[in-house]
């Protein structure tokens, strides 16, 4: 029933491992976009997907590759995890980007610890 | 580019005073305006959205109101409770597929 789910909710690694967060909307929506939110609540838009194509990327480094095997899921995955990527990663999707009235559905959110 | 610029936090109120969360944002366009809540351990939800100016948004006693000529987005409510502690987010969307958010402000209401 859930709009838009992540998994893992909680992830802890130690440096310079690989990890992955998934995600998906049963929304139906067009797009999909990940956020990186650090300890000051600061939100960041990292990335977004518009039917599986790339339309944002921020300035992430490219250790950080998403990938949308649907329109329904974004997928996340991190290489070589640094002490700074530890943060709240949030999935969120929204219905159509051509107009400028679109509501973002925000995901639980993944919280990232590198140790 | 865009921005969009809110009150510092934290805020501190006791229940059944009076908020303001002040936003203004600057942008090239015609842009639509909302305004986030994130609840402790949630993802953000938007709480209400304005989408031309004088447009007032409105949802759980909270309101906004789009103003063009000061170009701000200021949210209000006249009597807050204790669950209405969260951050909130004030937010533009103008480009395709790009929203921008403010920094957030840390609402807390004490009894």
Redesign the interface.
């Known amino acids: 029933d859930t709009a838009?789910s992540q998994t893992p909710k909680y992830l802890v690694t130690q440096m310079g491992n690989d990890k992955s967060i998934k995600c998906e909307q049963n929304l139906g929506h067009d797009?999909m976009y990940w956020y990186k939110q650090d300890s000051?609540?600061?939100?960041k838009?990292m990335f977004?997907y518009?039917n599986k194509e790339l339309?944002?990327n921020e300035t992430v480094p490219n250790r950080f590759s998403p990938k949308s095997p649907d329109k329904a899921h974004l997928n996340l995955h991190i290489n070589s995890l640094e002490l700074g990527d530890s943060a709240v990663y949030?999935c969120?999707s929204s219905q159509d980007?051509?107009?400028?009235?679109?509501?973002?559905?925000?995901?639980?959110?993944t919280r990232l610890t590198v140790l | 580019g865009n921005s969009v610029t809110q009150m510092e936090g934290p805020v501190t109120l006791s229940e059944e005073a009076f908020l303001t969360i002040n936003c203004t944002y600057t942008a090239t366009g015609?842009?639509?305006l909302?305004w986030?809540v994130?609840y402790p351990g949630?993802?953000?939800?938007?709480l209400l959205?304005a989408?031309k100016a004088d447009d007032k948004g409105s949802n759980k006693g909270f309101e906004a109101t789009y103003r063009k000529e000061t170009t701000s987005f200021h949210l209000e409510k006249g009597s807050v409770q204790v669950s209405d502690s969260a951050?909130y987010?004030c937010a533009l969307?103008?480009?395709?597929?790009?929203?921008t958010?403010g920094?957030?402000t840390?609402l807390t209401v004490k009894p």
């Open positions: 838009v797009t000051k609540k600061f939100l838009i977004s518009n339309i944002i949030f969120a980007p051509s107009g400028n009235t679109d509501t973002q559905y925000f995901g639980p959110g | 015609y842009p639509s909302f986030y994130q949630e993802g953000l939800q938007l959205k989408t951050v987010f969307s103008e480009n395709a597929g790009k929203s958010f920094d957030g840390t």
